[in-house]
């Protein structure tokens, strides 16, 4: 579609009749099949280009240039599973050259598309579940490290996930201590999960541009103490988003080695938790409490 062309599908748009003109901004990203200039999308909210930039990420968390490579990462991820090629994919989904995608495919998808697009293909994941201090957890690792830990009560839900996105992945159960690149993973997870220092443990972790930012900064925390969504998206530069904040918190599939239960609403109660509030609370405590005896000074023996 040809500049032109992509001007007057938006303006064919119902943006047209949307009073509020980030939505209008967002509702052209949405329907764009190619990347829209700022100053197209500065002509639709009658906003200057850097008026917008500002107001944009205050309201979704994300620059418009990000909002929209987040959706056509999404589009991409849904053509590769339905197009006739991955070049076609990648064309529709929006990306100017399938070199693009290529370069980048870590980023995008965890994998290079022709592997995404054959629902993970080649791609080995061993995991385990094994009982925690927070009950059954599910810890699966790749060649680069821990890509997920999950936490639960039913061991076949809990392996149930793992193939949602990657159905032909070549997923493996193995017995806790059975696996050379495993087994030393599983233990400083279980420690971990125990109320040990997660830091050290490789992780093979994907996410969106914004997520990357949330959980880096989640990590910053520490233990023992909590940050409200609305501190950690002040923090992010992002003071009116909260809201995405608790998204990119939602959507950690590390419990514990990316600390998103150190994140709570303004008021201190405990807001959500993937997983479940009782560990969260449980998390919190136990965290309160180690940080606390840490500070109380060592005891002396009598001379």
Request: proline share 5%; charged share 25%.
């Amino acid at each position: 579609m040809d500049t032109c062309s992509e001007r007057r599908a938006v303006n064919r748009s119902p943006t047209a009749t949307v009073a509020d003109p980030l939505e209008a901004v967002r509702l052209a990203l949405d329907a764009a099949d190619a990347p829209l200039p700022l100053a197209e999308l500065a002509r639709i909210a009658g906003l200057s280009e850097g008026h917008l930039q500002r107001r944009f990420r205050a309201r979704f968390g994300l620059s418009p240039a990000e909002y929209a490579d987040q959706r056509r990462r999404t589009r991409l991820r849904e053509r590769l599973r339905s197009a006739a090629s991955v070049t076609d994919a990648v064309y529709d989904a929006g990306y100017g050259a399938p070199s693009r995608v290529y370069e980048h495919s870590d980023a995008v998808l965890g994998m290079t598309p022709g592997r995404y697009r054959a629902g993970g293909a080649g791609m080995e994941i061993r995991y385990t579940v094994v009982d925690t201090a927070l009950g059954r957890a599910l810890v699966a690792v790749t060649e680069r490290g821990v890509c997920a830990v999950e936490l639960g009560d039913d061991d076949a839900a809990l392996a149930a996930g793992l193939v949602r996105e990657f159905p032909k992945a070549r997923i493996e159960r193995v017995d806790a201590g059975r696996d050379e690149f495993l087994a030393p993973l599983l233990a400083q997870v279980v420690d971990a999960l125990a109320g040990s220092n997660a830091g050290g443990v490789p992780l093979d972790v994907v996410g969106t541009a914004f997520q990357r930012r949330v959980w880096q900064a989640l990590l910053a925390i520490p233990r023992g103490e909590t940050r409200s969504y609305a501190e950690l998206a002040r923090l992010l530069g992002q003071p009116r988003g909260a809201r995405a904040v608790a998204r990119a918190c939602a959507g950690n599939r590390l419990a514990v080695l990316v600390p998103c239960h150190r994140v709570v609403r303004g008021d201190g109660s405990l807001g959500g938790y993937r997983w479940g509030l009782a560990r969260k609370q449980a998390l919190l405590v136990s965290e309160r409490a180690a940080r606390g005896a840490s500070a109380q000074p060592a005891a002396t023996e009598p001379a």
